[in-house]
Every structure is written in C-alpha cells, then in structure tokens.
C-alpha cells in the first residue's frame, strides 16, 4: 500500500467584485501518511532533512518538530472527533529547502476509512497562521455533496477584510481529489477557489518529473501572491490594514 503521493494539478482563483480577478496555476502537492513518515526516505524526498524535495515537521501543528500524529490525535479528541483511522497531509513540499504554504490540509479518517475530519492549516504572508478543523457534528462522514462552513478569523490578504465565513467542499477518489473554498463577506460571495489534481505514487521517478516541470514551485508560489496583489492594488481595489490575529489558535466548523 503507497504511504506517499505526489497530486499534480491546478490552483484556481476567482474574484468576484469590486472587479473581476481570475488565475489558474499549476501547482504539486505532497500527500503523506502521517503514520509513516519515518520509512519516508530516499535520494530525491526526506523528512527532517534536506533534499530536492522535503517536508519539515516544524512547519505543521505545534511548530516544534514533535511528532504530527499524535498532535493531530489530541486536537480531534479535544473535539470529541472520533477519527482514529489514517491521517494523510497534503502540503507544498520544501524544494530546494524553501517552501511557503498558503493552506495544508490534514485528511482524518475513523477505522472504517471514512473521511470525518479536515484541518485546514493556513499560513498568511504576514507570518500569521490559523487552523480550521472542519466536520460535522454528530461525527458523520464528509461527503462529495456536503460544504463544511467556518468564520473567517485570520487576515490573508489586505484586499478581504477578517469577516464572513468559508465554505469547503471536499471531493476526494482514489486517483483524483478537489478542495473548494468559497469566501463570502458581508456582502454575499466574493471569491472562488479550487484545489485539484491527479494522485500518483511518490517514487523518484514522479519526483524528479515534478521538479523538471515545476523547479521553483515554492518561489513561484510567494512571487504569484505578490504579483496578484500588485494586479489588484492596480485595480483599485481597496485596501485593508492587518487587525490583531486570532486569539486562538484553531477553530471549529459551524453547522
């Protein structure tokens, strides 16, 4: 059973007022077995150490290197989630040693491999991060047809202000996965953002065609925020200062 994937795709981003705004990416993601990550070794991808391709425990969940599962256990039994099953994290890799993650998803699953829980882990570009853990209340699966809904509480981009809410759906097979993000403000809905691509096991061969085809994902990443942002300033659209973070670190979804 492969422990390790490699999803290659898009990222698409749509806004909707005061002026329309839209990009499509392309992007890959890692998405690893959490209770495997100490097998996860090899010439092009490691774990807690350098490589072309590399993922660094510091940069999820408590932030101290500890280890993820049993980080991720606590949080889901602190809120009375019964997911014991399989966790798998889907993230930008670090390549070549630099990575920043706009959102990192934690896919938990209960012993029967049904999906109950995300974490969605976001990182803003002013060094700020807030997690959204996403499931429904009396602890049922999370369908292709359900929308997950979360208030909005970290400030990501000085276009949006820190209101509203975000609305997930998850669509998730064994060779393909789609996350949707709908932002709505005050006003109704204002951006459209999907997450999608094909699944294929990790291996040096797939690791060495990601990085031929994408060498400065990562860069490429923080360059096209800023670009975007220039693209709206140009535009006029208007500005909001950075308030005061959230006072805690994780919040729940709303049902």
């Known amino acids: 059973m492969n422990t390790a994937y490699l999803l290659s795709g898009h990222v698409m981003h749509h ?10 990416y392309p992007v890959f993601y890692l998405r690893l077995n959490l209770a495997a990550l100490d ?4 010439f092009w991808f490691g774990i807690d150490c350098w490589r072309p391709l590399a993922l660094r ?22 809120a009375g989630i019964s997911a014991t099953g ?3 994290l889907q993230t930008f890799p670090r ?32 060094g700020e991060r807030h997690a959204y853990l996403l499931s429904h209340a009396d602890g049922r699966a999370i369908t292709a047809s359900d ?52 699944l294929t096991a990790l291996s040096a061969g797939s690791a060495v065609r990601a990085l031929l085809r994408q060498p400065l994902l990562t860069v490429g990443v923080i360059v096209r ?5 220039l693209r709206l300033w140009l535009k006029r659209v208007p ?10 670190p994780l919040s729940r979804s709303q049902e």
């Open 15 to 24: 806004r909707l007022r005061p002026v329309v705004n839209r990009f499509v």
């Open 39 to 42: 097998k996860m070794r090899g």
């Open 57 to 78: 425990t510091r940069d999820y969940g408590p932030r101290d290197g500890s280890p993820l599962l049993p980080w991720i256990r606590a949080r889901l039994a602190e």
């Open 86 to 88: 399989e966790v798998w």
């Open 95 to 126: 390549v070549f040693g630099y990575v920043f993650n706009p959102v990192s998803f934690w896919f938990c699953h209960d012993t029967e491999g049904h999906l109950v829980a995300v974490l969605a882990e976001v990182n803003s570009t002013f």
């Open 147 to 198: 929308e997950l809904v979360c208030r909005k509480l970290l400030h990501v981009s000085p276009f949006c202000r820190v209101e509203g809410c975000y609305r997930f759906r998850f669509q998730q097979t064994a060779e393909r996965s789609q996350v949707r993000i709908d932002y709505d403000d005050e006003a109704g809905a204002l951006l459209h953002t999907a997450i999608s691509g094909r």
């Open 225 to 229: 925020i800023h670009a975007q942002a």
């Open 239 to 248: 500005f909001f200062h950075q308030p005061q973070p959230p006072a805690a």
